[in-house]
């Protein structure tokens, strides 16, 4: 079993900052890549950041410049920085991670139960 738990949203003023972690845990042999996806009110959920074990990362374009992913393998934890933010950013955000389990022959995606931003004066 891999559960993986988001932390850190909530309400943000417009220019603000978070950090959203997400902690997986359970009977990991291995987690490969790791990212943040959300999903606004209304809108299909979209990629925000993917990072590899490797720390090899990548961005969504309206992502890139504002948000930072990164993570410690050591705690199998992926975090999301997100500065200056806007009313637009307002969605739930969810952790994925491509994850093989102990005893199993390949890896499985489980995703986080999400964490609402909201951005809003």
């Known amino acids: 079993q891999v559960q993986l738990v988001e932390s850190g949203g909530g309400l943000v003023q417009p220019g603000g900052s978070r950090r959203l972690s997400c902690a997986a845990s359970?009977?990991?042999?291995?987690?490969?890549?790791m990212g943040w996806y959300r999903q606004p009110p209304g809108k299909q959920r979209e990629l925000v950041a993917t990072i590899a074990s490797g720390g090899y990362t990548n961005y969504a374009d309206s992502m890139e410049g504002r948000f930072t992913i990164s993570r410690d393998n050591a705690k199998n934890t992926v975090y999301l920085q997100m500065n200056s933010l806007k009313p637009e950013d307002t969605a739930v955000y969810y952790c994925?991670?491509?994850?093989?389990?102990?005893?199993?022959?390949?890896?499985?995606?489980?995703w986080g139960q999400g964490t609402q931003v909201t951005v809003s004066s």
């Open positions: 994925n991670a491509e994850v093989r389990r102990r005893w199993s022959t390949s890896p499985s995606n489980y």
């Open positions: 359970g009977s990991i042999f291995r987690i490969n890549d």
